[in-house]
């Protein structure tokens, strides 16, 4: 039988205990390995990828070849500890599903072994998908080459937990779900010295503090006020004591706008206003902006429509419509190339993400399992 919810929770509780970061995600990806092995294997064949070596690529083998539909979970964890008083936290320490990629992976694994028992009328290929929170796996899954030729999806999904949504609620939109984002990286290097001579020195305090208040003028100043952005910087770390004068400073931030062209005016602004304030503080500015294939995540509209209504019909399900929001997925760079929707899935935390007190609520599984082997099953049947 394919896994109910007396399966899914002590897979989701383990996953849960066993937080990776990207790229590193070798026992979280030996686990889900375990789990798929356990289903009915006829229609299955599993893929893995040298260049991205935490990813696992399971393809379900259709009635018929000429059409795909692709499904995608992602499996990191974030470097944070966790402070819930679950029996089953986090066993790494330092490490947290804070992000609810446990939620995630728990429902992919209910829906493909729904579909490992219930052949689908065409192929459907199911991505376990590294590095979504810092290491652009989105992008380099597609661009390893693995999905080419016959492991191609021609259409897309995936969704993100939402702490703000009920539990098992689905939220969608159509048109631009999230933002795309770009980190920012600055390194500003001056002169140290006596607190008592700063004529001697060059202070990256100051100059650091100057550039954090010009950036922050980007957004009131420079981005339309119908439109919208986001630049927050969230590490800003200079000197050593209160006597002596910084020679140094790391300013770490990110850029967020709901579309490309405004991302990219918005890291146009950055570079202009770091040129500025390098010439008026006479010291060195080194600049990466990074965006690593971060870009909005546009739902298609052809199926985004049909996605909504369809949720909007199934009676078993609390359909949402949302509003776009600024977090960043790398997902935006596979629903670039391959047309497909992302959702929400409520999990009612009164912690947000990224928060070391975030505990979905696990009603959530089912319910997203459920709603989405429907929807799958409805998009199979659209290819007879
Ligand atoms: C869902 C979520 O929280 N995603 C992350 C994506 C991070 C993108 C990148 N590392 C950046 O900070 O620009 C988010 O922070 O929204």
Redesign the pocket.
């Known amino acids: 039988m394919a896994l109910q919810e007396a399966d899914l929770l002590p897979i989701y509780q383990h996953l849960h205990q066993i937080p990776e970061l990207g790229l590193e995600e070798h026992e979280t990806q030996a686990y889900l390995l375990s789990i798929i092995a356990k289903m009915p294997q006829t229609y299955l064949t599993i893929k893995q990828i040298p260049s991205l070596d935490t990813a696992i690529l399971v393809k379900v083998s259709g009635q018929s070849h000429d059409y795909r539909i692709g499904y995608r979970t992602d499996i990191d964890g974030l470097p944070v500890t966790e402070a819930t008083d679950l029996p089953f936290k986090s066993q790494h320490p330092g490490k947290m599903h804070a992000?609810g990629h446990d939620i995630h992976m728990s429902v992919a694994l209910g829906i493909l072994s729904y579909f490992a028992e219930n052949q689908p009328t065409t192929d459907m290929i199911f991505m376990f998908q590294p590095a979504?929170?810092?290491a652009s796996g989105g992008m380099r899954l597609y661009q390893s080459g693995a999905l080419d030729q016959d492991w191609m999806p021609d259409e897309i999904f995936a969704f993100?937990d939402n702490p703000d949504l009920p539990a098992g609620a689905i939220g969608c939109r159509m048109g631009t779900l999230f933002a795309g984002?770009?980190?920012i990286h600055a390194h500003l290097t001056g002169k140290s010295g006596h607190a008592a001579f700063p004529h001697n020195a060059n202070d990256m305090v100051v100059a650091g503090s100057a550039l954090v208040q010009q950036l922050q003028t980007i957004v009131s100043r420079n981005v339309d006020p119908i439109q919208s952005g986001v630049v927050t910087l969230g590490h800003f770390t200079a000197g050593t004591i209160g006597n002596v004068i910084a020679g140094e400073a790391q300013i770490d931030g990110?850029i967020r706008a709901l579309t490309q062209d405004m991302n990219l005016h918005i890291q146009r602004r950055v570079r202009t206003i770091v040129e500025g304030i390098a010439l008026a503080y006479d010291c060195q500015i080194d600049l990466d902006l990074h965006q690593g294939g971060?870009y909005p995540v546009e739902n298609n509209d052809a199926i985004t429509a049909d996605f909504m209504q369809y949720m909007q019909k199934d009676a078993d399900v609390n359909f949402i419509e949302t509003r776009p929001a600024m977090?960043?997925?790398d997902f935006g760079y596979l629903i670039h190339q391959i047309p497909g929707t992302m959702f929400w899935l409520g999990v009612d935390s009164p912690y947000s993400?990224?928060s070391e007190h975030m505990v979905p609520h696990t009603s959530a599984i089912m319910a997203g399992v459920n709603a989405m082997t429907g929807y799958l099953t409805h998009r199979n049947d659209l290819q007879k």
């Open positions: 992000c979504e929170e810092n993100h984002t770009c980190e990110t971060y977090t960043g997925e993400l990224h």
